[in-house]
């Protein structure tokens, strides 16, 4: 089994490795950089889904000619913010592709964001870098590893958490088709 991600951080990339391996044995592995050709910081899940769908259809191309391969699945992982008369919430949308082009898609569970960081991306600014700055992130650590969820629920659901459950959901299609038929 050979399989494209569409992304080199670190975070995104753990928890796919680590739902697949509860899939398959064999597998390997092939993390590759992609252009979700949509907006830094994604405002709706419309746009998310298709920066996701983007990049692992990206990843499936780049990783085949790159290396030489035949990859059976390709995975792009996109975050973005959604907001609702509550207000604005934080979770990962992930799109898986296979070899005929079917899509498998994954919404994670939502984290609310405090309003001083939801008044800050209404005026335009980008969640990540924002809280690299925050929290004085000179090496970009959180964006991959505990994420903004990760430092926002003081541990309890970190980014890799929000993609491994955004990558199980997604995985529906291909692990039970009889449904999807």
Known sequence: MKIAIG???????????NIIKKIWNDV?????????????QPLTDEESIRGAITRAKEAIIKVNKQYDVNVDYG????GNV??????????????IVDKEGQIGLGQ???????????????????????MQKLLKDDENKIRHSEGTNGVLTNGL?????????????????????????
């Open 7 to 17: 992304t080199l951080n670190k975070a995104k990339v753990s928890a796919v490795e």
């Open 28 to 40: 390997e592995f092939y993390s590759i950089e992609t252009d979700s050709k949509i907006s830094a």
């Open 75 to 78: 995975i792009g992982l996109e």
């Open 82 to 95: 959604q907001n609702n008369s509550y207000g604005l919430f934080l979770h990962g949308w992930v799109a």
């Open 108 to 130: 994670s569970a939502s984290v609310q964001l405090p309003k001083k960081i939801e008044n800050r991306i209404n005026t335009g600014e980008e969640l990540g870098p924002m």
């Open 157 to 181: 659901y970190t980014r890799v958490n929000e993609f491994e459950d955004a990558t199980k959901c997604a995985f529906a299609r291909f692990v039970n088709k009889n449904w999807y038929d």
